[in-house]
């Protein structure tokens, strides 16, 4: 079982960034593509980015291509978002998520709150 802890977010101005991270504990997370998700109130749970267990692949959501980063450190067992020309539509909760599947996420955090004030 794989425990994920989220923090890093707030309330910041658009185009302002932000750096979220996740970190892991009680499994193997070297072994787990991770991703990012946000939920915004009233709206579903929509996908951000994806890492593979390596870093060596990463996918994103056209909304946050060449705006938002996902990276991670094995070594710490992170993994991290980096926000930048943030939007007000980019507030949400964000949670990181570990992939036990293709495409199926089992292990969830909390989640942060990220706020963009317009």
Do not use: H
Not at 37 to 52: L, N
Not at 88 to 102: K, R
């Amino acid at each position: 079982q794989v425990q994920l802890v989220e923090s890093g977010g707030g309330l910041v101005q658009a185009g302002g960034s932000l750096r979220l991270s996740c970190v892991a504990s009680g499994g193997t997370f070297r072994k787990l593509a991770m991703g990012w998700f946000r939920q915004a109130p009233g709206k579903e749970r929509d996908f951000v980015a994806r890492i593979s267990s390596a870093g060596l692949f990463t996918r994103y959501a056209d909304s946050v291509k060449g705006r938002f980063t996902i990276s991670r450190d094995n070594a710490k067992n992170t993994v991290y978002l980096q926000m930048n020309s943030l939007k007000p539509e980019d507030t949400a909760v964000y949670y990181c998520a570990g992939e036990t599947a293709p495409n199926r996420y089992d292990y969830w955090g909390q989640g942060t709150q990220v706020t963009v004030s317009s």
